[in-house]
């Protein structure tokens, strides 16, 4: 084996059949570059999984989804952990980098529904299921007199909960569906001009723990500059007004020609106060870029509305 190619790697993940998916899809890859390495999946439960019958943004957000695998590498079980990248805070704990994005699946929302074939369809008072803050402002602000209810669980039990008439319809993420091959169960897409992605969505990244260049430089054939551009414009927005699934944020960029056009909002649960942004520029300039968009935000109020979001959250948890 080439001295500078890895002879065992153990890639931490949930145990979800999606995160278990991109686990595999990694170890592939991995496989392909280093074909002499040993590499194992190590499956793992998170509190994010356990925790079902509250909605995420009040449990502890993002961050109850990567713990586990954090203390898996920071004990040596495990070399690297593989992640949903909008699962990921915004802030790292200390001792933990990402080391590669992969490219992006799809990165829109999709529309889930045994019975219509849209949100135009549905009549007043269907009940919607999601478990974003983001979706649901979006929703509420297009759709009031639709009833938006939390949505937890991985991918499968959300399609079960539809299935057996818990909802009407349903939001999840097209790239999960894609990448489980279920695109059958998407009845329509909603672009990003109807329902503007969250930061990272749809794209996968790899972490590792700090201090191991020889991890960094064996992941780095993994790393697809375009979305790493991008989703670094839209975590740039997300961390400049507290990054957690607590508020209803979305940030998404786009690159043609190497330039980037990135989009943001920010919003009250209730759709009835929204604030957005938008800019064209380089795309080697993503944190440039995020910082221009999060200010002209900030310029729209978008501090009044996330400080009423947080008054809000506050009052419900008393």
């Known amino acids: 084996m080439n001295a500078s190619a890895p002879n065992k790697l153990i890639i931490a993940s949930r145990e979800s059949r999606l995160a278990m998916w991109q686990a595999e899809h990694v170890r592939d890859k991995l496989a392909t570059l280093y074909p002499a390495c040993h590499i194992e999946i190590l499956g793992m439960t998170t509190r994010g999984d356990q925790i079902l019958d509250k909605a995420l943004s009040k449990v502890g957000g993002k961050g109850l ?25 915004m802030d790292l704990p200390e001792g933990f980098a990402l080391a590669a994005v992969l490219e992006r699946e799809d990165p829109r929302d999709a529309f889930v529904s045994n019975d219509f074939s849209g949100l135009d369809e549905l009549p007043d008072g269907a009940v919607v299921g999601t478990s974003s803050l983001r979706r649901q402002a979006l929703i509420a602000a297009r759709y009031p007199k639709l009833v938006i209810r939390p949505l937890r669980g991985n991918l499968d039990t959300r399609l079960r909960k539809l299935d057996q008439g818990d909802y009407a319809a349903i939001i999840l993420a097209a790239a999960g569906l894609k990448r489980l091959g279920l695109p059958e169960r998407i009845r329509a897409y909603l672009e990003p001009e109807q329902s503007l992605p969250a930061a990272g969505q749809g794209a996968m990244a790899i972490e590792i723990p700090a201090g191991r260049p020889e991890l960094l430089a064996w992941l780095a054939p993994l790393n697809h500059e375009a979305t790493d551009q991008a989703v670094s414009a839209e975590r740039t927005v997300s961390k400049a007004f507290g990054g957690s699934c607590q508020i209803p944020l979305a940030a998404f960029a786009t690159i043609e020609q190497g330039q980037m056009h990135l989009r943001a909002m920010v919003a009250t649960p209730d759709g009835k106060r929204i604030a957005k942004a938008e800019v064209t520029g380089a795309a080697n300039d ?33």
Not at 68 to 76: C, D, Q, S, Y
Not at 302 to 312: H, R, T
């Open 286 to 318: 993503p944190l440039g870029l995020g910082e221009q968009v999060a200010a002209a935000l900030s310029n729209q109020d978008a501090d009044g509305i996330l400080a009423a979001c947080k008054a809000e959250a506050a009052e419900a948890a008393d």
């Open 65 to 89: 989804f990567v713990k586990e695998l954090e203390t898996a590498m920071a004990e040596g079980r495990a070399d690297l952990a593989v992640h949903s990248l909008k699962d990921v805070p």
